[in-house]
């Protein structure tokens, strides 16, 4: 268990709709990463938050968006669904500063777009 | 642009035997770490191993080890005594302040 915590763990939505990914990083982690991974794909870096404030961008949509809140949880919002949308989204979250930055992943959601 | 490749895309190993996957990567940062992460059919991604660039020595946990060629931008995972277990899909990812993954490598392991 890495101590970073994903809802839902599956949602199944249709075309148009908008969902919201919730994502509670390990305690005392003030960085949180969010990567979208297609089938049979490898992980691709969409935004990261550190306290608060956007840090780096990725490949993200501008279908979607995230944020992060005074508690330091995180929400990504997929707006206008489309099919390609279906994938597996994870949820990071590091301790800048710490020896490796390295970033502690949640089980992930798994989106189905129908 | 920074880049991780690895150019095996499945990879197969009998048990108890040694396996060596590959990867390299393309970055003009001096300072970086590279991290082999490891992802089974429950889709949760493992931390395996890490290296930091400007250590020369070669990182090891347990029966993970790997081979770090700075000039040749080449960071290769071996796996000593494959078990059953280590079925799994294995990336390498390459870490300034965000990580950038490669396609992934799928590895079986065969009784």
Redesign the interface.
């Known amino acids: 268990d890495s101590g970073v915590t994903q809802t839902p763990k599956h949602l199944i939505t249709a075309t148009g709709q908008r969902v919201t990914l919730r994502c509670s990083p390990r305690s005392g982690d003030l960085s949180v990463?969010w990567?979208q991974q297609s089938l049979d794909?490898?992980?691709?870096?969409l935004i990261?938050y550190y306290n608060g404030e956007e840090?780096?961008k990725?490949n993200i949509l501008e279908r979607f968006s995230a944020q992060q809140f005074p508690d330091l949880h995180s929400e990504l919002n997929l707006s206008s669904l489309e099919l390609g949308d279906s994938a597996?989204y994870?949820c990071?979250s590091s301790l800048p500063g710490s020896r490796?930055?390295?970033?502690?992943?949640g089980?992930?959601t798994?989106l189905t777009v129908l | 642009a920074q880049t991780v490749t690895q150019s095996q895309p499945e990879m197969s190993v009998q048990e108890a035997e040694t396996v060596t996957l590959s990867c390299t990567y393309d970055t003009s940062e001096s300072n970086y770490y590279l991290f082999w992460y490891k992802q089974p059919p429950s889709r949760q991604m493992i931390l395996v191993i890490r290296q930091e660039a400007y250590k020369q020595q070669n990182a090891t946990e347990n029966r993970f080890s790997v081979n770090f060629q700075k000039a040749a931008k080449s960071f290769s995972l071996k796996i000593s005594d494959s078990q059953l277990g280590d079925t799994a899909m294995y990336f390498c990812a390459f870490n300034t302040d965000k990580l950038i993954f490669g396609t992934g490598t799928r590895l079986q392991v065969f009784p």
């Open positions: 990463y990567y794909q490898g992980l691709q870096f990261q840090r780096a990725g597996l994870f990071a490796y930055n390295e970033q502690f992943f089980p992930g798994r």
